[in-house]
T-cell receptor, first 114, second 116 residues
């Protein structure tokens, strides 16, 4: 099983600030997903990136997949209290699909204080 | 409903008792996954079902854990002789099967298990 390291583990900032969280591995992934999980709920998919160097934007969220497809970052501009949650990255190892190829990181706990 | 449904939402049991957790996936989704999430942690893969294929049980932590999926739809995760370290949120997810990669996983709200 390939490991995904997420950093920081915890982050608490004020509303309106910008932030970046990271997802790193020594292994190559065919694709990488970001999920957000709120307390008492299951994770919800935010984005899937599949091409090295790919950048995707979702309103104030910008996702980047590293050129070597080993790492990814999530940048949030002008954070809002509604962005609070656990952000999980998940990497797919191959193209065959299925759980045997999907590895989750431990997540970044993000708190946006009003 | 339209989403993944899990029951019970909360379960408190005594050490040594057996528990069953149920997952009803999204209609038409051929893939079903069980994950375990301990307090504040990421997701630990347990087991994966894909259509009529043999399940991938590689994540089950011990032989006290088992799961079945009847008729390619509803799944039950059974934990026998529960231990305190089994306390966690058990998440079920389903997805469409993608030949070229991993598609979106749709998660239920989880079953929170507390073993006293």
């Amino acid at each position: 099983t390939q490991l995904l390291e997420q950093s920081p583990q915890f982050l608490s900032i004020q509303e309106g600030e910008n932030l970046t969280v990271y997802c790193n591995s020594s292994s190559v992934f065919s694709s990488l997903q970001w999920y957000r999980q709120e307390p008492g709920e299951g994770p919800v998919l935010l984005v899937t990136v599949v091409t090295g160097g790919e950048v995707k934007k979702l309103k104030r969220l910008t996702f980047q997949f590293g050129d070597a497809r080993k790492d990814s970052s999530l940048h949030i501009t002008a954070a809002q209290p509604g962005d609070t949650g656990l952000y999980l990255c998940a990497g797919a190892e191959g193209s065959g699909g299925g759980a045997d190829g999907l590895t989750f990181g431990k997540g970044t706990h993000l708190i946006i204080q009003p | 409903g339209a989403g993944v449904s899990q029951s019970p939402s909360n379960k408190v049991t005594e050490k040594g008792k057996d528990v069953e957790l149920r997952c009803d996936p999204i209609s038409g989704h051929t893939a079903l996954y069980w994950y375990r999430q301990s307090l504040g942690q990421g997701l630990e893969f347990l087991i994966y079902f894909q259509g009529n294929s043999a399940p991938d049980k590689s994540g089950l932590p011990s032989d006290r854990f088992s799961a079945e999926r009847t008729g390619g739809s509803v799944s039950t995760l059974t934990i026998q002789r529960t231990q305190q370290e089994d306390s966690a949120v058990y998440l079920c997810a389903s997805s469409l099967s993608y030949r070229w990669g991993t598609g979106e996983l749709f998660f239920g709200e989880g079953s929170r298990l507390t073993v006293l």
